[in-house]
C-alpha cells in the first residue's frame, strides 16, 4: 500500500513529511496512507509538513492536507504545515483555501521547536 | 508609437482623405513652392511676437536651422505622399516640440497660421477652376487636421506615459515592508487599499517575512483615512496568506473611528490581534518572542 515515493522522517517522536513539489491526486491520497500508518507504527505525537518545494496547490490538495491533519488530530496527534512559499500563499487565499486551523511555522526548524515546546 | 500605419489609414477614411485629395495637393506644390519662403517668413515674424515662443528662437542660427524644416514641412503638405513615411516623420516632429515643453495650444495655433497663410495664394492660383479651388482647399483642411489629431495623439500619450510611470514609482514607495526587531517586520499602509496594491503589498510583506525569517508582522494602519469593506477584505486575505507562511500579523494603528466602522460593518475580526498603536504591537511581537524591554540596570 505504501507504493509512492515520499520519505517520512521520524525525528524523536516527530514525523517530518516532505511533501513532494508538484504533487497529483495519486500521490495525495497515497501520502494520507502513508503518514496516518507511520503515525500508527512510530506512536508519533506530531506531524511536521514540509510544504517548501511546493509550487502549486489546488483545492483538492488543500481539502486532502485539512482532512488529514483532522485524522491526525483524531488519533491524538498534531499537525504543523512548514515552509509554505509566498506565491502559493497568495495563490491559496486568492482561491479561499485557508487551511482552516492548521498549525504553520516559517520553517521545519521552528515547526520542531514548537512541537517540543508545547506538546 | 501612439498611431499604427493602420490606425492613421482609418483616420484618412473617417475624414474621406482620398487619393483625389492627394493628387489636387500634389498639382498644388508648384504654386506652393514659389511661395514658400514667403510663408516661412512671415510664419516666424508672427511667433517671435510672442515670449512663449520666442525662447525657443533666440538666436538667428536657430531660427534658420528651423525655417529649412519648416520648409519641409511646408512642402511636405503638397508633397502628394501620405502614407507611413508622412505619419512617422509628423509624429517625430509633434514628439520633439512635446519634449522641449512646448504648450500644445500654440503648436494647434500654427495649423491656423498655416490655413491662413496658403488659402489666398491658392485662390490666386485656382480662381479660374473654382471646383478645383474647393477640392484643393478642403483636401488641405483635411490634412491639416489630420495632422493636428496626430500632434494631439503624441501630446497624450508622452503625458501618459509619465503618469503610469509616476503611478508605478507611487506603488512602490507606499508599500515599504521595514525590519524592526530580529524576526519583527513593519509595513505601515499610506491611503486606500485597492486590488491592485493590496496584491504588490501582499507580495513584498510575505517575501519580506520569508527573508527575514520573522514570525511576527505589524502591518499599521494609522495612515489609512478610511476603511470600507473592500479594503477590510483585503486586510483579511493579507493575514491569511501571511498566517499560510506560518507567521502572524498584528494590526496596529486602529483609531477610534476605524473601530467604530469595523464594527458597524459587521467585518469579523475575530481570530486577529489588533492594537491602537504601533508601540503597542511591538510589545505584542516582542513577547510572542519571548523577549522584554526593560530599564538600563533594573533587575
Not at chain 1, 485524522?71 to 486568492?94: D, F, W
Not at chain 2, 501612439?2 to 484618412?12: G, I, L, N
Not at chain 2, 497663410?117 to 484643393?136: E, I, R, Y
Request: proline share 3%.
Amino acid at each position: 500500500m505504501d507504493d509512492i515515493n515520499v520519505a517520512v522522517l521520524r525525528l524523536r517522536n516527530v514525523l517530518i513529511v516532505s511533501v513532494p513539489g508538484d504533487p497529483d491526486d495519486h500521490v495525495i491520497t497515497g501520502l494520507q496512507d502513508k503518514i496516518l500508518n507511520s503515525m500508527m507504527r512510530y506512536r508519533a505525537k506530531g506531524v511536521i509538513l514540509d510544504l517548501s518545494t511546493v509550487d502549486i496547490v489546488d483545492s483538492f490538495f488543500a481539502r486532502t492536507i485539512i482532512d488529514t491533519a483532522q485524522m491526525i488530530n483524531l488519533m491524538g496527534g498534531r499537525t504543523i504545515i512548514a515552509g509554505m512559499l509566498p506565491s502559493v500563499a497568495i495563490t491559496a487565499t486568492q482561491l479561499g483555501l485557508t487551511f482552516e486551523n492548521i498549525e504553520t511555522c516559517l520553517n521545519v526548524d521552528t515547526a520542531f521547536t514548537l512541537m517540543e515546546q508545547t506538546g | 508609437m501612439p498611431v499604427t500605419s493602420e490606425d492613421w489609414e482609418r483616420r484618412k477614411r473617417f475624414v474621406n482623405f482620398t487619393e483625389a485629395d492627394a493628387k489636387l495637393l500634389k498639382q498644388a506644390k508648384s504654386h506652393m513652392e514659389k511661395h514658400v519662403d514667403e510663408v516661412v517668413n512671415t510664419l516666424y515674424a508672427n511667433w517671435q511676437q510672442y515670449p512663449e515662443l520666442k525662447k525657443f528662437l533666440n538666436s538667428p542660427e536657430t531660427v534658420e536651422r528651423l525655417k529649412v524644416t519648416q520648409r519641409g514641412y511646408f512642402l511636405d503638405l503638397f508633397s502628394g505622399e501620405y502614407g507611413e513615411s508622412y505619419l512617422k516623420g509628423r509624429m517625430r516632429i509633434g514628439h520633439r516640440h512635446q519634449q522641449i515643453g512646448l504648450d500644445v495650444r500654440w503648436y494647434i495655433g500654427a495649423f491656423s497660421n498655416y490655413v491662413e497663410l496658403v488659402t489666398p495664394h491658392l485662390f490666386k492660383a485656382l480662381s479660374k477652376d473654382l471646383d478645383k479651388l474647393q477640392g484643393t482647399l478642403l483636401a488641405l483642411i483635411k490634412l491639416i487636421n489630420l495632422d493636428e489629431e496626430l500632434a494631439i495623439l503624441t501630446y497624450i500619450a508622452a503625458r501618459e506615459e509619465v503618469i503610469s510611470q509616476q503611478h508605478e514609482e507611487i506603488l512602490e514607495l507606499s508599500t515599504p515592508v521595514v525590519q524592526v526587531w530580529d524576526g519583527v517586520v513593519a509595513a505601515p499602509i499610506i491611503g486606500t487599499l485597492d486590488s491592485h496594491r493590496t496584491q504588490m503589498f501582499m507580495e513584498r510583506l510575505l517575501q519580506a517575512i520569508v527573508d527575514t525569517k520573522s514570525p511576527v508582522a505589524l502591518v499599521d494602519i494609522t495612515g489609512v483615512p478610511a476603511i470600507d469593506t473592500a479594503t477590510a477584505q483585503h486586510l483579511i486575505d493579507t493575514i491569511n496568506s501571511v498566517k499560510l507562511l506560518g507567521a502572524q500579523v498584528v494590526i496596529t494603528g486602529v483609531s477610534p473611528a476605524i473601530a467604530q466602522t469595523l464594527v458597524h460593518l459587521g467585518i469579523d475580526l475575530t481570530g486577529i490581534m489588533t492594537r491602537s498603536s504601533l508601540a503597542d504591537g511591538i510589545k505584542v511581537a516582542l513577547d510572542r518572542l519571548n523577549l522584554c524591554i526593560r530599564p538600563k540596570g533594573a533587575a
